[in-house]
């Protein structure tokens, strides 16, 4: 079974559009982050939400927006996009702040 | 500002001899600090976790150091297989619970 899925694993788009990554994980933890990891593979946090809050949010522009539903989905989502945005994002789950990370496979975003 | 240095460099070494990655950090006090795994093409893994209080933390072929004097981490793998090939990511965690990753090394084991 699959510890943290996201969807799409690819996403192509134009300039200027809006698009959702969807990541839900089964694993029972309570803390979920979106990490974004450009071609230098740098790996960045986004954000973070723990029982709904959201707890770290980076400087990202306002256009991306996490929304939880509940704990075990933390959506992003990216209004307006531009081609700078054109990365790998990857969600992860943790069981509390301290602990290791769990990643979903990516998602492989690419603005045109 | 805060700093994690990895090798950039790939680090090439021949099956069964241990490969050592080395991850520096500066204008850092870290509570935890990580070790991953990431393959092309997929996420990170999660390998060891070591405390700033520890020095030393095996798990099977795996081995991590943690000199906070130095403020460096060493990654050995010993008895290494061609399976072993991927780029290894340090990260340092503070007592806020932010986890912030270097760049990662590569490493390439031939047969």
């Known amino acids: 079974d699959t510890a943290v899925s996201q969807t799409p694993k690819y996403l192509v788009t134009q300039m200027g559009n809006d698009k959702s990554i969807k990541c839900e994980q089964n694993?029972?933890?309570?803390?979920m982050y979106w990490y974004k990891q450009d071609s230098k593979k740098f790996l960045k946090i986004m954000f973070s939400?723990?029982?709904?809050?959201?707890?770290i949010n980076e400087t990202v522009p306002n256009r991306f927006s996490p929304k939880s539903p509940d704990k075990a989905h933390l959506n992003l989502h990216i209004n307006s996009l531009e081609l700078g945005d054109s990365a790998v994002y990857f969600c992860?789950?943790?069981?509390?702040?301290?602990?290791?990370?769990?990643f979903g496979q990516g998602t492989r975003l690419t603005v045109v | 500002s805060q700093k994690i240095e990895q090798n950039s460099e790939a680090l090439n070494i021949q099956e069964g001899k241990t490969a050592t990655l080395t991850c520096n950090y500066t204008?850092?006090?870290?509570?935890?600090l990580q070790w991953y795994r990431q393959d092309p093409g997929r996420g990170p893994v999660f390998l060891l976790l070591?405390?700033?209080?520890?020095k030393e933390k095996r798990k099977e072929r795996l081995k991590v150091t943690f000199d906070t004097t130095l403020k460096q981490s060493l990654f050995h793998i010993t008895a290494s297989q061609p399976a072993d090939s991927a780029t290894y990511l340090c990260?340092?965690?503070?007592?806020?619970?932010?986890?912030?990753f270097g760049k990662g090394t590569m490493l390439l084991v031939s047969p």
């Open positions: 992860a789950s943790s069981q509390d702040q301290s602990r290791k990370r769990f």
């Open positions: 694993l029972g933890h309570d803390t």
């Open positions: 939400y723990n029982n709904k809050e959201l707890i």
């Open positions: 204008n850092y006090s870290p509570a935890y």
């Open positions: 070591i405390r700033e209080n520890e």
């Open positions: 990260a340092l965690e503070n007592r806020y619970s932010t986890l912030t």
